[in-house]
């Protein structure tokens, strides 16, 4: 059973650049979570996903950040116009509805966005 | 709202010393705590976890008691060893919805 899965695994981008960040969550899975890692610092929430629906985007940044999670297909977060403080690593996390082996959420093993 | 402060590092210790990094909190209700631990380059492993009040999660040698007079969760370890050199977080869950996470404890173990 694979886990949940992030691509790509480094990102580079410009500045003014697009970036795009795939997750696809576990089989079985419907609720997706994204995280925003900067350096030297925790997972902050961003934004938590059930399949087509957005459930609380209180984390996102208002502006070049978008998220989905479409009916078919990974959950997608969206970067646009990167600027270098958006240089993390981005974790993506899943759960099925009702969680039932004590973890709320598996975790990827992150994005990491570099931009120059 | 819901938080989580845990002690800042790196803590750096010798192989075989004891382990303690301190982890307390603030929610309403009776949240589940959890340890997460990420190792370079890698994402988060659930290290353990206790989902309520006394509970203690245990795993690989570390422990946790889950304290709500004090609302803490600190993670103990008796005998590190190199390996354990990580990034250690501690972590909030209300049942709904995402984790809180605390800024995180880096580990550091010298032979």
């Known amino acids: 059973n694979a886990g949940v899965m992030q691509n790509p695994r480094h990102l580079v981008r410009r500045r003014g650049q697009e970036a795009r960040l795939r997750c696809s969550p576990m089989?079985?899975?419907?609720?997706v979570y994204w995280y925003r890692q900067l350096p030297e610092e925790g997972l902050k929430f961003m934004v938590y996903?059930?399949?087509?629906?957005?459930?609380?985007e209180s984390g996102m940044p208002k502006e070049r950040f978008s998220a989905e999670f479409p009916k078919e297909g990974p959950s997608i977060l969206r970067i646009q116009q990167v600027v270098r403080g958006d240089s993390a690593a981005y974790f993506c996390?899943?759960?099925?509805?009702?969680?039932?082996?004590?973890?709320?959420?598996?975790f990827g093993d992150g994005t990491r966005l570099s931009i120059l | 709202g819901n938080s989580v402060t845990q002690m800042e590092g790196p803590v750096t210790l010798s192989e075989e010393a004891f382990l303690t990094i301190n982890c307390t909190y603030t929610?309403?209700?009776?949240?589940?705590l959890f340890w997460y631990v990420q190792y370079p380059g890698e994402g988060l492993q659930l290290l353990l976890k206790a989902t309520k009040a006394d509970d203690k999660g245990s795993n690989k040698g570390f422990e946790a008691t889950y304290r709500k007079e004090t609302t803490s969760f600190h993670l103990e370890k008796g005998s590190v060893q190199v390996s354990d050199s990580a990034v250690y977080f501690c972590a909030l869950w209300d049942s709904w919805g995402k984790l809180q996470f605390g800024a995180g404890t880096q580990v550091v173990v010298t032979p």
């Open positions: 089989k079985g899975h419907s609720h």
């Open positions: 996390a899943s759960s099925p509805v009702r969680p039932e082996d004590g973890q709320p959420q598996h």
């Open positions: 929610a309403t209700g009776y949240p589940s």
């Open positions: 996903l059930q399949k087509e629906n957005i459930i609380d």
